[in-house]
């Protein structure tokens, strides 16, 4: 069998090319791969001693010749298309090894590859006469087949076809990204015309939202997320909601952690259930806990710093988290923790990083939107009221805010001393959130701030917070009744500071 190995990632090749040699088969290659091979001292053909053609224009035609195409589409059950091989002195293809730059790492157009993604889609087309391998995670198994059979089945060349096209898509679609990033002044798009998904397998999950559905974790292709350097030290394996609300509770620490040294979250469902910033991590986990001590247990709990065994010691104590995840361990904490909570997941991670788009399924199609960010900040908010908050109003404002934007809507945060003392989200009205995050308050709220996601329609939802004992109100402001809103906070003796931001969350 002869053999076309042209590839960007030479991981192993010089070892999948002595292999095939051993195994008898005759090797065809280009450029830098075939300057390697040479140097490993393997017997190949160069591709321009196949066509009789030199490479030209600065590489950009070396493989497109009837000589390398014809060679590999050929279909060999076709006697007409064997006596044209014939013919031409064109001696078959039968497995081609390629793959392409990662062109989204440094886009250029001289990074634009026509040869390669060519050749690529001629054998994985005629994947039932051609083997075609671009990933070198796959050497082995090629070789182990070809050692045991020498071919490879119909099975293994329909799964490396497909591959071969998942791994081109990716390509072009990373270029047609590129293309959008080009658009300049007035007329560029804030979402682009299309967007090309090319995500692959990163990790198998335990189930999905529930223990009948199957679930994984996908990333783009070639692509690294943080969670890729997640590691988890213990505890049983992931679920989809495990990671879906690991996210949510990392991403809220950090959006808290210039607040104060240290930061602890609780989240349950997708949504915060505790949230504290203290001058200590054990002093932060013990307020966040308290938040909502119901809600928290088997909830995720995050944590701005790494853990020592004096903490992991208190976190053992207290019921238990599904997932704890941090920044790192000590080893006492880990032995601790492995110990005495084996069923909790433990996970140290790097900061999150966010996309630069948020998607999200509906039937039929996507919506597509930037994703959240604190578009305002203090230096940007006015005080509307007769009253100005205090300096420690100030921070349990921002507290308050922030913790409010990770709360599925409508939303109403209570705040006090740093830390989130009531919270209710997910209602269909701006009153009850107020009357939930009101009575999980219990009293404690007195002298801090609420936060609500949204404008008050009417000055009930005001009210509803007020009966906490609130000192101090921060909402986005924008309804045609906000100066009714405003003279109900100067009624209550509150200070009232608008945003100009909305943060809805669903």
């Known amino acids: ?10 991981t192993g090749v010089v070892d999948l090319a002595r292999e095939l040699i051993s195994l008898g088969h005759d090797l065809v290659s280009t450029g830098g791969t075939s300057a390697a091979l040479g140097a490993a001292g393997i017997d190949h053909q160069t591709v321009e001693s196949v066509t ?10 070396k493989t497109l010749h009837p000589k390398i195409h014809g060679a590999i589409l050929a279909d060999r059950s076709n006697a007409e298309h064997l006596a ?4 031409h002195g064109i ?12 062109f989204g790492s440094k886009p250029s157009i001289e990074l634009i590859d026509v040869g390669g993604p060519t050749m690529l889609r001629a054998a994985a087309k005629n994947f039932a006469h051609v083997g075609v391998v671009v990933d070198p995670g796959d050497y082995p198994a090629v070789l182990d087949e070809l050692r045991r059979d020498g071919a490879l089945s119909a099975a293994t060349r329909r799964r490396l076809a497909r591959a071969a096209f998942a791994h081109t898509a990716a390509y072009d679609g990373s270029i047609a990204t590129w293309f959008d990033s080009l658009e300049e002044g007035a007329g560029k ?15 198998t999950l335990r189930y999905g939202e529930n223990p009948h559905q199957a679930g994984a974790r996908y990333r783009e292709v070639g692509g690294h997320s943080w969670w890729d350097d997640v590691v988890q030290h213990s505890g049983m394996a992931l679920s989809y909601l495990n990671l879906y609300d690991a996210d949510a509770a990392w991403q809220l620490v950090h959006q808290l952690a210039d607040l104060g040294p240290a930061v602890a979250v609780v989240v349950k469902h997708a949504n915060p259930c505790g949230a504290a910033v203290a001058a ?8 966040a806990f308290d938040g909502d001590p119901m809600s928290a247990f088997g909830g995720i709990v995050a944590l701005s710093g790494p853990v020592d065994e004096v903490l992991a010691e208190h976190l053992v104590a207290n019921p238990k988290a599904d997932v704890l995840i941090a920044p790192g361990y000590d080893d006492g904490a880990l032995e601790l923790l492995a110990a005495k909570r084996k069923n909790m997941r433990v996970l140290a991670a790097p900061p999150p990083t966010a996309g630069d788009l948020h998607l999200r399924q509906i039937s039929g199609g996507w919506l597509v939107q930037e994703p959240y960010r604190f578009a305002t900040g203090r230096d940007d908010w006015r005080v509307v009221t007769a009253v100005e908050p205090t300096e420690e109003q100030w921070r349990d404002l921002e507290v308050a805010w922030r913790v409010c934007a990770a709360v599925k809507s409508n939303a109403i ?3 006090s001393g740093g830390m989130a003392v009531g ?16 009575q999980r308050a219990a009293g404690r709220a007195k002298g801090g701030a609420a936060a609500s996601d949204a404008f008050f329609p009417f000055r009930d939802g005001l009210d509803a917070v007020a009966a906490a004992g609130v000192a101090a109100v921060i909402q986005p402001g924008g309804s045609m009744r906000d100066s009714e809103v405003i003279a109900a906070a100067d009624e209550h003796g509150i200070a009232m500071v608008l945003t100009g931001e909305r943060q809805f969350q669903h």
């Open 1 to 10: 069998m002869r053999v076309l190995i042209s590839v960007y990632d030479k």
């Open 52 to 61: 009789a053609a030199p490479e030209m224009l600065g590489g950009r035609v």
């Open 84 to 87: 044209q091989l014939a013919d």
């Open 91 to 102: 001696e078959p293809i039968g497995m081609v090894v390629c793959n392409l730059y990662p």
């Open 189 to 203: 798009e804030t979402l682009p015309p299309s967007i090309h998904l090319s995500l692959e397998h990163a990790q």
């Open 280 to 287: 200590d991590l054990l002093t932060a986990y013990d307020r």
């Open 413 to 415: 945060v209570l705040a």
């Open 423 to 438: 919270i209710g989200g997910g209602q269909q009205n701006r009153v009850t959130p107020g009357e939930l995050a009101v």
